[in-house]
């Protein structure tokens, strides 16, 4: 808690029972703005003040007749996310919202800015039904999928936040305008929403809509097989990352427990396909846990296993989550392992540390904010 420099919280402004707008795609926005008795056009208009001016209220909708933008408030909200607590952290480079649905459920979406990117790591399910055990979002279990408008309602969140000059909070470095990379990295399993994650992700690259180059955009799976299969005939530039932190079965199922139902020779051979697809590396992630899966044994089992892919590890140091056994590796550890998997054959990096002072990792915020309300 020293190092944050800034915590705001929220207190509810009351829930709203009124549509979200997000969650439409242009043809539907068609058919309710025809529907009020306005030409199409006004569809469009409105559209861009959404996703080209991250627009949140009817009221900005300058070129729109007042009596239409009264109508549209009367029955719609723009984003369906409400800001209930906001950390920044001291270094000023990394921000984390912890958002509340309308039904109150909650979701958190990081912002993290290096040197020339922007990348907002965003959730796709409150809470997950994953049950990997080192993570802290598994820990409560899964309360419900994102509707497509919560999730692309994050990227325009912040958005809005980078573009405005005068934002609150000010972040301590040059400033950005501009988000620049979406990592589906957050709460949740992407794979385990599809259809809502793949309707996302379709508004996020329209160049029409958000227009975010798909290749700036990563998902991140525990590895739900069929889903991999699917994703590789989407015909869509996203990035596939899968989330591995073991290379054999019994150690990974002890992680995983999906594991026991889609084993490591069945999900590299999954990978193998998705790649012959679509020709593209993919990422493995391996979060480093101290007397667990970093002996140089298991680095070279992987290196091993991994080494006729076109892949790249990203060796992740463990962020630390409340009554849980586990423990990052030590510096030296997390060297030698990355060395064993280069030596190996496989490109390998150690992912920067981000946020851990402000519990950015996978679910810390909201498992602290609901240990507050108890
Ligand atoms: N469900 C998806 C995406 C969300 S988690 C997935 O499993 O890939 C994003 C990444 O953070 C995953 O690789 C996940 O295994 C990892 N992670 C979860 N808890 C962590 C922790 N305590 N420390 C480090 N990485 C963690």
Redesign the pocket.
């Known amino acids: 808690m020293e190092c944050m420099t800034e915590i705001t919280l929220n207190v509810g402004a009351g829930q709203t029972e009124k549509r979200v707008l997000l969650d439409l795609s242009l043809e539907e926005l068609t058919e309710v703005v025809t529907g009020l008795g306005q030409p199409a056009y006004r569809a469009r208009q409105i559209w861009e003040w959404v996703y080209k001016h991250y627009a949140v209220s009817f009221d900005e909708m300058a070129n729109l007749p007042k009596t239409l933008r009264e109508k549209l408030a009367a029955e719609w909200v723009i984003s369906p996310l409400e800001s209930a607590i906001r950390i920044l952290s001291q270094d000023g480079d990394t921000q984390k919202v912890l958002f509340r649905l309308a039904d109150g459920q909650t979701i958190e979406t990081v912002l993290m800015l290096y040197d020339k990117r922007r990348t907002l790591c965003i959730s796709s399910q409150a809470g ?1 039904a ?1 049950g ?1 055990t ?4 598994a820990q409560g279990g899964l309360a419900r999928n994102l509707t497509s408008g919560e999730i692309v309602a994050q990227v325009l969140y912040f958005a809005r936040y980078l573009a405005k000059a005068d934002a609150e909070p000010p972040m301590d470095v040059e400033r950005p305008t501009a988000v620049t990379n979406v990592v ?7 794979m385990h929403n599809y259809r809502n994650v793949w309707t996302a992700l379709r508004l996020l690259t329209d160049a029409d809509a958000f227009g975010l180059g798909a290749r700036h955009i990563t998902l ?3 590895g739900l097989i069929p889903m991999i299969d699917r994703m590789a005939d989407e015909g869509l530039q996203i990035a596939l ?3 591995l ?1 073991a290379p054999n079965d019994e150690l990974r199922s002890s992680l995983v427990p999906l594991n026991s139902r889609y084993p490591v020779a069945d999900l590299l051979a999954a990978v193998r396909r998705y790649i012959d697809k679509t020709h593209r590396r993919v990422t493995f ?1 391996y ?1 480093l846990m101290a007397g667990i899966n970093d002996s140089p044994a298991l680095a070279e089992e992987l290196a091993e296993k991994l080494s006729p892919l076109l892949c790249h590890v990203n060796v ?6 409340p009554d849980s056994p586990f423990q990052p590796t030590s510096d030296a550890d997390t060297l030698r392992f990355v060395e064993i998997l280069r030596a190996g054959g496989v490109p390998a990096t150690v992912r920067l540390r981000r946020g851990i002072e402000i519990n950015a ?2 679910g810390q915020l909201r498992q602290a904010a609901q240990r507050m309300a108890a």
């Open positions: 997950c994953m990997c080192f993570c802290a979002t589906l990295m957050g709460m949740g399993e992407p991140s799976t525990v990352a899968v989330s932190h992630e979060a992740i140091p463990l962020n630390p989550i990792g996978c």
